[in-house]
T-cell receptor, first 112, second 114 residues
Framework: KQEVTQIPAALSVPEGENLVLNCSFT??????LQWFRQDPGKGLTSLLL???SQREQTSGRLNASLDKSSGRSTLYIAASQPGDSATYLC???????????WGAGTKLIIKP | DVKVTQSSRYLVKRTGEKVFLECVQD?????MFWYRQDPGLGLRLIYF???????EKGDIPEGYSVSREKKERFSLILESASTNQTSMYLC?????????????FGPGTRLTVL
């Protein structure tokens, strides 16, 4: 059964630093991997979607990579800003039934 | 822009009450989902629907039912609310299964059962 893990559960860094969030999954039979952002008390916003045939996707200061063979993805945030403070969730879309399996998230705090 | 709306942001109900959570999407999406989110557990799928009048159980369907009479609307029903159903409920929609597209989420309903 597919399991998705995000480490660390929480991260606090000073403004301006580059940072990496990690996501690992146990079964490489995935359709895609997605990163979402959730602000406190709000719904989720999609950030990046990486198809299983792709290695990375970029959007502005965000870059997500995918290594299916090792079951890992990273979300790189460049030049962090206080507005990046949120919980970041990783999810894999399972190849067999196209459902999303979710990690528990990393709560990111960027200190001014 | 895809818009997914949920009927209430906050809801307080008493144990044993019947609770209806409504979700509406405006992009003619075939697929709709109901999740609950609890601290430390991530999102867990309750039910999903691939098309009108079709529904499939997710990972935690016990104590819940759903209704999809129209394509744009997906309702989650708690037949007899219990305190362990206190949670954040998130609705999502997607164009269709297998599409190279993400799920679009509503703002969530924070339900408290007393």
């Amino acid at each position: 059964k597919q399991e998705v893990t995000q480490i660390p559960a929480a991260l606090s860094v000073p403004e301006g630093e580059n940072l990496v969030l990690n996501c690992s999954f146990t079964d490489s039979a995935i359709y895609n991997l997605q990163w979402f952002r959730q602000d406190p008390g709000k719904g989720l916003t999609s950030l990046l979607l990486i198809q299983s045939s792709q290695r990375e996707q970029t959007s502005g200061r965000l870059n997500a990579s995918l290594d299916k063979s090792s079951g890992r993805s990273t979300l790189y945030i460049a030049a962090s800003q206080p507005g990046d403070s949120a919980t970041y969730l990783c999810a894999v879309e399972v190849d067999s039934n196209y459902q999303l399996i979710w990690g528990a998230g990393t709560k990111l705090i960027i200190k001014p | 822009d895809v818009k997914v709306t949920q009927s209430s942001r906050y809801l307080v109900k008493r144990t044993g009450e019947k609770v209806f959570l409504e979700c509406v999407q405006d992009m003619d999406h075939e697929n709709m989902f109901w999740y609950r989110q609890d601290p430390g557990l991530g999102l867990r799928l309750i039910y999903f629907s691939y098309d009108v009048k079709m529904k499939e159980k997710g990972d935690i369907p016990e104590g819940y039912s759903v209704s999809r009479e129209k394509k744009e609307r997906f309702s989650l029903i708690l037949e007899s609310a219990s305190t362990n159903q206190t949670s954040m409920y998130l609705c999502a929609s997607r164009y269709y299964r297998g599409s190279a597209d993400t799920q679009y989420f509503g703002p969530g309903t924070r339900l408290t059962v007393l």
